[in-house]
């Protein structure tokens, strides 16, 4: 299963990282859609989107917190990282706008960046996350031009 994860659009789709999405078995967005055109704009891509509402996505219906299990694995999506991770295995959050791949308390922590607004000399990027019977692997990609 091959799961193209973005946050932090911040109103922006660019047409080269929608192409680039199209092959994914699903899209998790992290939040900071921004607008509901940006959250549509996702969802015609194609695949099945799963996302959660970021700071400023007001008036948006959209859960604070999502929990998936895909391939054995529990995931959780957020968007602004929380103190703890219990109770799941991958926590995979924004807000930050920059990736990031840690092991915290068992834990593993995982950030795409920000399609939206590079922050901290990041790159604009987005994510895929590989899960198969060999585990889940994760890989950051800068945006698309």
């Known amino acids: ?6 946050a932090d659009t911040h109103g922006k789709l660019p047409a080269p990282l929608v192409e680039a999405l199209r092959p994914a078995d ?3 967005h992290l939040g900071d859609f921004c607008d509901p055109a940006t959250l549509e704009a996702v ?3 194609g695949p099945p989107v799963q ?3 970021g700071n400023n996505d007001y008036g948006m219906d ?3 917190q999502l929990d998936l299990t895909r391939g054995g694995h529990a995931f959780r999506l957020i968007h602004i990282p929380p103190a703890r991770a219990d109770g799941t295995d991958f ?4 807000h930050t706008h920059v990736p990031s ?5 068992g834990v593993r922590w995982l950030n795409p960046g920000t399609i939206g607004k590079a922050n901290k000399g990041a790159p604009p990027a987005y994510a895929w996350l590989e899960i198969d019977a060999a585990g889940a692997r994760w890989t950051v990609y800068p945006l698309p031009r």
């Open 43 to 45: 969802r015609r891509i």
């Open 51 to 53: 996302a959660v509402l």
């Open 91 to 94: 926590l995979l959050h924004g």
């Open 101 to 105: 791949d840690e092991r915290l308390a």
């Open 1 to 6: 299963m091959r799961i193209a994860v973005i």
């Open 26 to 28: 699903e899209i998790w």
């Open 62 to 64: 959209l859960p604070m």
